[in-house]
């Protein structure tokens, strides 16, 4: 079985499927407040932050919400630097 997906780490030994990452945004405004209370009452919550602050919201394409203690824009800088490696693999132009 050979999986060819792409795991982006969100902190402390956690880490999700990069394809799956519809949004990555900051914690701190009222909607993402009521989105990830709305996570936790539908059970589609993940807290990742090992007990820490939260510092970033991350949602999928399946609508999970899942908590990182790691900033929004180092989460977005690991995300890019590997979709440019998935398209320098491909075309090695670039």
Do not use: W
Not at 60 to 84: C, F, G, K, P, W
Request: some cysteine.
């Amino acid at each position: 079985m050979s999986c060819r997906c792409k795991l982006l780490n969100i902190g402390f030994g956690n880490s999700i499927v990069a394809d799956r990452i519809v949004a990555i945004v900051n914690p701190a405004s009222a909607p993402m407040k009521r989105l990830r209370e709305e996570a936790k009452t539908n059970s589609r919550l993940i807290d990742a932050t090992q007990g820490r602050r939260t510092r970033s919201i991350i949602v999928t394409d399946s609508n999970h919400v899942i908590l990182s203690a790691i900033q929004a824009e180092t989460i977005a800088q690991r995300l890019s630097a590997d979709l440019l490696a998935k398209v320098e693999e491909k075309d090695p132009r670039y």
